[in-house]
């Protein structure tokens, strides 16, 4: 099932914000735009960061799942020596046991942003 995004900015971007297949949701790449626009958060790596994740758990909390049950994540930088301030931020909204992590340095991302994250989620009992 292709789950469409509710938010008005992003609806015009060709792709799902999240696929549902059986139990699992198949989040899109986010990155750190403030609700409701295309802008990214102001500031650099460490509030793009906090924003992205928030991204995430708005994005799961609506198609029935939350952080907690996030098993996989890919993460995308900019700039590889930026790693240890995303870390930092990851370490405060992920908690132990850490969902399994993929990351590699990118020449470049959606809209200029410094960090993507896409991930995978377990959201059982939804359509």
Known sequence: ??????????????FSEAVRVGDV???SGQIGVMPGTL???PGGIGPESEQ?????????DRHGSGLESVFKCTVFLVD??????????????????YPA???????????????EVECLAHAPGRP
């Open 101 to 115: 992590r993929s990351a590699l340095a990118a020449s470049g991302l959606a809209l200029g942003a410094r960090v």
């Open 25 to 27: 949701l198949y989040l």
């Open 80 to 97: 590889i020596a930026e790693w240890p301030a995303f870390n930092e931020v990851y370490s405060r909204v992920f908690s132990v046991p």
């Open 1 to 14: 099932m292709f789950l469409a995004t509710a938010d008005p900015a992003m609806r015009s971007l060709p």
């Open 52 to 60: 992205t994740l928030e991204n995430i758990r708005v994005v799961l």
């Open 39 to 41: 802008d990214l958060a």
